[in-house]
C-alpha cells in the first residue's frame, strides 16, 4: 500500500542554519505530495506541495522537489528562523486509488535556536 | 473566510464512556474528513464525507466509532465505548472537492481527547 517514510526528529538547528527533512514514499499509482506544518497549539496549515515529478514545490523560504526516480521529496530551507519551530509532515494523495485522501508521515519536530 | 471550527477542543473522559465530536467546515465545502492523531505519529484518515455521503470509512473502527454529516454541512464523530488507545487529537478537515483536483485540505485546530 501506500506509504510516507520521513526522517526521525526531534532536529535541532541553530538560526540561520540548513535545514533538510528526508522524506521518502510508496505509491502504486501518481500521488502528489505535500509537507504540511504544525505550529505549536495550532492546526495543521499546507506549507507546499507538487504534482507532478520534477515539480518544486515552495513557500515562505522552503522548497521541495518531486523526484520519481529517487520517490523523494525532501524539505529545504536555506537559514531558518525561530519561528520556523513547529512539526513538519509530509504526505501524499493518491487521487486515482484514493480520493484525495491524505496518508501522513510520522512528523518531524524541529526546533530553532537563536 | 472563517476557518474549519472543532469543539471542544479538550475532552477527558473515563474508559467505556462515551464522547462525542463536532465539526463545521469552511463554507462551501464538499469533502469533509475526520483524522485521528497519535502521540508522535501522522494523523491517520478515519472517515472522509462528500457531501453527506461516505466515500471512505475502510479505517474506522465501526464497533465503537460512528460519524454522519446530516444536511452536508457539519458532522459529528462518535465513540461509544471508549477504550484507552483512543487517546489522541482528532482532526476534521475540508476541501472543495476531492479526486483529480488535488484541492488543498484545510484543517481545523483539533479536538485533543484523554481517556483514563
Known amino acids: 500500500g501506500n506509504s510516507v517514510t520521513q526522517m526521525e526528529g526531534p532536529v535541532t538547528l541553530s538560526e540561520e542554519a540548513f535545514l533538510t527533512i528526508n522524506c521518502t514514499y510508496t505509491a502504486t499509482g501518481y500521488p502528489s505530495l505535500f509537507w504540511y506544518v504544525q505550529y505549536p497549539g495550532e492546526g495543521l496549515q499546507l506549507l507546499l506541495k507538487a504534482t507532478k515529478a520534477d515539480d518544486k514545490g515552495s513557500n515562505k523560504g522552503f522548497e521541495a522537489t518531486y523526484r520519481k526516480e529517487t520517490t523523494s521529496f525532501h524539505l529545504e530551507k536555506g537559514s531558518v528562523q525561530v519561528s520556523d519551530s513547529a512539526v513538519y509532515f509530509c504526505a501524499l494523495s493518491d487521487l486515482w486509488g484514493s480520493q484525495g485522501n491524505l496518508i501522513f508521515g510520522k512528523g518531524t519536530k524541529l526546533s530553532v535556536k537563536p | 473566510e472563517a476557518g474549519v471550527a472543532q469543539s471542544p477542543r479538550y475532552k477527558i473522559i473515563e474508559k467505556r464512556q462515551s464522547v462525542a465530536f463536532w465539526c463545521n467546515p469552511i463554507?462551501?465545502?464538499?469533502?469533509l474528513y475526520w483524522y485521528q492523531q497519535i502521540l508522535g505519529q501522522g494523523p491517520k484518515l478515519l472517515i472522509q464525507?462528500?457531501?453527506?455521503?461516505?466515500?471512505?470509512d475502510s479505517q474506522l473502527p465501526k464497533d465503537r466509532f460512528s460519524a454522519e454529516r446530516l444536511k452536508g454541512v457539519d458532522s459529528t464523530l462518535k465513540i461509544q465505548p471508549a477504550k484507552l488507545e483512543d487517546s489522541a487529537v482528532y482532526l476534521c478537515?475540508?476541501?472543495?472537492?476531492?479526486?483529480?483536483?488535488?484541492?488543498?485540505?484545510?484543517f481545523g485546530p483539533g479536538t485533543r481527547l484523554t481517556v483514563t
Open positions: 478537515a475540508s476541501s472543495l472537492d476531492s479526486g483529480q483536483g488535488a484541492y488543498e485540505q484545510y
Open positions: 463554507s462551501g465545502h464538499a469533502t
Open positions: 464525507f462528500q457531501n453527506n455521503g461516505v466515500v471512505d
